[in-house]
């Protein structure tokens, strides 16, 4: 990774804008402790799928918990679902400081 944390966090809503260009139908939503902070709290985004794609998949949901380290602490979870064939589905995505599971 080239570049800072701090920098790369600063681009995140960019880069949803530019997903957003190919993906009409995706759901962001970020939360900041202030309003003029550059730094998240939590972050959750769900990739827009036809509704054809749902009715493919089957029907287990398994959510997976990752702990991030190095300098911010942050705990990924992620939503999959599985087609027919044994491939991955990704649902939804979210990005939350460790310290908000604990409370």
Same mark, same amino acid.
């Given at each position: 990774?080239?570049?800072? *944390?701090? &920098? ?6 960019? /880069? ?5 260009? $190919?993906?009409? =139908?995706?759901? #962001? ?14 972050? *959750?985004? &769900? ?6 794609? /749902? ?5 287990? $949901?398994?959510? =997976?918990?990752? #702990? ?36």
């Amino acid at each position: 990774m080239q570049g800072s *944390f701090e &920098h790369a966090y600063q681009l995140l809503t960019s /880069y949803v804008a530019e997903v957003r260009l $190919v993906d009409l =139908d995706l759901v #962001f939503n970020i939360q900041t402790a202030t309003c003029n902070d550059k730094r998240f709290t939590k972050y *959750f985004w &769900h990739l827009g799928a036809p509704k054809k794609v /749902y009715k493919l998949l089957r029907p287990v $949901v398994v959510i =997976d918990e990752t #702990f991030l380290k190095g300098r911010y602490h942050r705990t990924r979870l992620t939503t999959i679902a599985i087609y027919p064939s044994n491939h991955i589905f990704s649902l939804a995505f979210l990005v939350i400081d460790s310290e908000t599971i604990k409370s």
